[in-house]
Every structure is written in C-alpha cells, then in structure tokens.
C-alpha cells in the first residue's frame, strides 16, 4: 500500500510563494507519474501539474510560468513551486500518484490561501 503525504500549505499573500511537497512511501513511486491538482470551494477538481517516470511534465494554462512541479526519487517526493501567486490560486492542493498496473493513490490533501 503507498501512502501519500503533502505538506508546505498554508497562508500568503497575493505575489508570495509556497513550495508543496508530496512524499511517498514505497518504491513504485519512482516508476509511477505524479499530478498536483487542486480543488477550490464550489468548483471541480482541476489538474495544475504533473510529472511523468521519466520527468516530462505538463501544466495546466492557468499557471505555466508561476508554476513548476519537480521529482527527486531518491526522496520519493514530488514538489510544486508556486511562484507569483494569485487569490484564485486557493484551494485543497492533493497529488496523485498513477502506476500503471498497480493502482491509483491520492494523499489527504493541503490547504493553500492566497490573500488579496
């Protein structure tokens, strides 16, 4: 069973940073692809960023220059930098971890608040 835990969320002011990590248990995580999505109140879950295995990555519109996500697996953790952040950049923050052929895992989630 992997487990996921993010931490780095919390309160800053528009323009401001946060660095999200995403950490693993388990080794499959290096060979699986990790998204960062966010979830803000009355609105769907929207993919922000993800990362492949092999470190490709992709970027939802919305925060491709602010945003960057990054893996070290010998930590077994997933980052996202956020850089230049706006209001509407505040949600639940979860990552997600795809294997293929061994399952789907979410991690609890982490508030971030981005004031005016």
């Known amino acids: 069973q992997v487990q996921l835990v993010e931490s780095g969320g919390g309160l800053v002011q528009a323009g401001g940073s946060l660095r999200l990590s995403c950490a693993a248990s388990g080794s499959i995580f290096r060979i699986g692809s990790v998204g960062w999505y966010r979830q803000a109140p009355g609105k769907q879950r929207e993919l922000v960023a993800a990362i492949t295995s092999a470190g490709r990555t992709t970027y939802e519109d919305s925060v491709k220059d602010r945003f960057t996500i990054s893996r070290d697996n010998a930590r077994n953790t997933v980052y996202l930098q956020m850089n230049s952040l706006k209001p509407e950049d505040t949600a639940v923050y979860s990552c997600?971890?795809?294997?293929?052929?061994?399952?789907?895992?979410w991690g609890q989630g982490t508030q971030v608040t981005v004031s005016s």
């Open positions: 997600n971890l795809v294997v293929a052929g061994w399952g789907d895992y």
